[in-house]
């Protein structure tokens, strides 16, 4: 995650953006989205949380949709890891426990922002493909992760890792919207095991079942 730190009031260089700024100014709206959620988020609170004025973030971004999702991304870049330990288990472990967890309070933090994202998507159709844009950002690290155990022999070749991708986060995104069950480590484990062991390639002498 981007690490939140306390608020850097810097003069801007008004000819481009200043590095040390642009940084705070992310780091406040994340902080904020996951305190507030999006519909309570505001430019004017970004500004003085990140010790800024707001002219400084209306000239860098042109609106607050822009920002929040430049800022998500920049924080998943940092939450999520790529790890390549040689195991498809260990590696899917590695991101999703902590992605499960982080969602694990379902009123606020991480969940808070990305059902508040996820609700604007619904009605607003450019906020909606820039947040395909987010949730491809946090796929990559996973798709990787599957290719390289299809590489490996661990995973079929003829299965889509798209497909697997859909249905670990899937599995989260349902706890999340009705809170009906945990979404912790344990709950990470079982859909990863669900996963793997369901799509490993035929031991030899066994044939697919057909209907």
Known sequence: MIAPGPSTRLRPDPTRR?????????VA???LL?????????????????GVGKQTIYRWW?????LVLEAYIAAGEERVPEPDTGS???????????????????????ALANKGMMAEAQFDPDFHRAYVDLHRSW??????????????????????????????????????????APLDADFAR?????VVDGNRPL???????TR
């Open 18 to 26: 200043n590095r040390a700024l642009h940084r705070a100014v992310l």
């Open 190 to 194: 079982a859909v990863i095991r669900m």
């Open 88 to 110: 498809v288990t260990t590696d899917l472990e590695a991101i999703l426990i902590p992605v499960f967890t982080w969602n694990a309070a379902y009123h606020h933090g991480t």
């Open 139 to 180: 796929w990559g690290p996973l798709l990787n992760v599957l290719r390289r155990a299809q590489g490996r022999g661990e995973i079929r070749a003829d299965v889509d890792p798209q497909a697997l991708v859909d249905t670990m986060l899937g599995a989260s995104w349902y706890r999340v919207l009705l809170e009906h």
């Open 203 to 209: 031991a030899s002498g066994d044939c697919p079942q």
């Open 29 to 31: 709206t994340v902080i």
């Open 34 to 50: 996951e305190r507030d959620g999006y519909r309570r988020l505001t430019i004017e609170a970004i500004a003085a949380e990140a």
């Open 62 to 66: 042109p609106n607050k949709a822009a």
